[in-house]
């Protein structure tokens, strides 16, 4: 048995599949310390998981404005010794990095304790810490035809993102009266990532009569922050019943999507990964100010793939019939499901821990532990 140290905090889109992976290493007879930030999204997203152990570090995100910049340096720096002090106490033979600013603290810390260090990024585009620590990696996972020019080809490795064990397929009836709605009528869902998008709230608070009096029900995450849990069982103008909700938050994914004939989502790598695992289709629309303009990038890809549409925020008065069209057109739905399932080929979580244990077993590992 074996412990290693999971960085993976700041948003959904690092701390989902740090979980993943860590569920893929419990299975196998290991230990896990899975580091987050402070973040209140982090906090939230962890409740589900009290048989995990996290370790909350301080942090913060970069920033090329001044006063946010000295705090970033200050906070990065505060990180490092905390890494440091875990890795005497927790003596792991192996860390791993999912990006963000959580990353760069445990990576340096790792390499200076000679212990191998394994990053994934999720992102059709690398963020800032994966260009800038790759090299200081043994192992690099990227997505498919991806490229990091500085690396050796020795050390990428071309992975999706891992999925927790939980997002799987379920009935869509089932799902759909687990969550209160009715199992024979149309089900739209809106997902603005582990923060929201007020975009895509105030579109679906917009249509939701008319998605009503087209048969259509409407399940909107409105991201933490952004409204309580509200329920709407009215009627339109027209007499049909609304059937609505808007949550703040779900960790209720699998059955969400899986409830879903189609969803409207943001582009993270994380949530389109979730999508292929439950083949649902998707109108993707990117978040325009995203690091590198990197949404627009992973939805682009998924389009091309064959698993649903992309629209831009800048043209949001195009989705309403794009959703009206697509979400009653079950062939091209099914065709739609069939290329998710394909895109889903392999388990990143198996791939990892594989790897993890042959680079723990090596002797420069052992030697390290040993120093």
Not at 8 to 14: A, F, K, M, S, Y
Not at 192 to 199: D, F, H, K, N, Y
Not at 232 to 250: C, D, H, Q, R, Y
Not at 313 to 341: H, M, P
Request: some cysteine; charged content about 20%.
């Amino acid at each position: 048995m074996s412990h290693f140290l999971i960085s993976c905090g700041g948003t959904g889109g690092h701390l989902s599949p740090g979980i993943a992976l860590a569920e893929g290493l419990t299975a196998r007879g290991h230990t896990t310390t899975l580091l987050i930030s402070q973040k209140k999204v982090d906090a939230r997203l962890i409740e589900k998981y009290p048989q995990m152990h996290f370790a909350r570090m301080p942090g913060s995100g970069f920033s090329w404005r001044p006063i946010a910049l000295v705090r970033c340096l200050f906070a990065q720096f505060r990180a490092v010794h905390f890494c440091r002090r875990l890795i005497r106490q927790t003596a792991p033979v192996g860390i791993v990095g999912f990006g963000g600013f959580t990353s760069a603290p445990i990576v340096l810390a790792g390499r200076g304790a000679r212990l191998p260090v394994l990053l994934h990024e999720s992102n059709r585009v690398p963020g800032l810490a994966i260009r800038w620590l790759g090299r200081l990696a043994t192992l690099v996972y990227l997505p498919p035809g991806v490229l990091l020019p500085r690396l050796q080809a020795s050390s990428i490795r071309y992975a999706a993102p891992p999925v927790r064990s939980e997002i799987l397929r379920t009935s869509a009836i089932d799902a759909r009266l687990a969550l209160g709605l009715d199992p024979m009528r149309k089900v739209l869902v809106l997902l603005g990532g582990s923060q929201g998008a007020s975009a895509l709230n105030h579109w679906a608070r917009e249509h939701v009569e008319t998605l009503a009096h087209e048969g259509v029900q409407l399940y909107c995450v409105t991201g933490l922050g952004k409204g309580s849990t509200e329920s709407l069982a009215l009627k339109t103008k027209m007499g049909e019943p609304i059937n609505a909700m808007f949550v703040p938050f779900s960790d209720r994914i699998a059955q969400l999507l899986s409830a879903a004939d189609l969803v409207v989502s943001r582009a993270g790598a994380g949530s389109i990964a979730e999508l292929i695992r439950c083949q649902t289709p998707a109108i993707l629309v990117p978040f325009p100010q995203s690091a590198d303009d990197h949404q627009r990038a992973n939805a682009a890809y998924f389009e091309q793939q064959g698993g649903g549409l992309v629209i831009e925020q800048a043209v949001l008065k195009k989705l309403q019939i794009t959703v009206l069209d697509l979400i009653f057109n079950d062939r091209l739905l099914s065709q739609y499901r069939a290329q998710l399932k394909a895109m889903d080929r392999a388990d990143t979580v198996d791939i990892m821990v594989n790897d993890l244990e042959r680079l723990a077993a090596s002797p420069e590992c052992a030697a390290s532990i040993s120093s």
